[in-house]
């Protein structure tokens, strides 16, 4: 999935209504995370804490946009990555190659 594809999916998906400035804040982020789990891209503070499904941490982390986006992350990955993303956000890699 590329970064226009992510857009796409996210502008299907937007409940919370964000701007398409919002939309595309997010998609580079959705793209980060795809890129971590396919590529090891180094991803900061706030998409560890969602990538480790670590909620508090997420909410914590996440600058007005994110917060209100946090919905539209959990449906990202919960059906655009493969499932054992969770094992990988916990240090527990077992994605076959």
């Given at each position: 999935?590329?970064?226009?594809?992510?857009?796409?999916?996210?502008?299907?998906?937007?409940?919370p209504?964000?701007?398409?400035?919002?939309?595309?804040?997010?998609?580079?982020c959705?793209?980060?995370?795809?890129?971590?789990?396919?590529?090891?891209y180094?991803?900061g503070?706030?998409?560890?804490?969602?990538v480790?499904?670590?909620l508090?941490?997420?909410?914590f982390q996440?600058?007005?946009?994110?917060?209100?986006?946090?919905?539209?992350?959990a449906w990202f990955?919960?059906?655009?990555?493969?499932?054992?993303?969770r094992?990988?956000?916990?240090?527990?890699?077992v994605?076959?190659t």
């Amino acid at each position: 999935m590329n970064l226009q594809e992510i857009r796409a999916y996210l502008g299907r998906n937007n409940e919370p209504n964000l701007t398409p400035e919002e939309l595309d804040h997010v998609a580079m982020c959705c793209d980060h995370i795809m890129k971590w789990y396919y590529e090891d891209y180094p991803i900061g503070d706030f998409l560890t804490a969602v990538v480790r499904n670590d909620l508090t941490e997420a909410v914590f982390q996440a600058d007005d946009v994110n917060a209100r986006a946090l919905k539209l992350y959990a449906w990202f990955l919960t059906w655009n990555l493969p499932a054992d993303w969770r094992l990988k956000g916990q240090g527990k890699k077992v994605k076959a190659t």
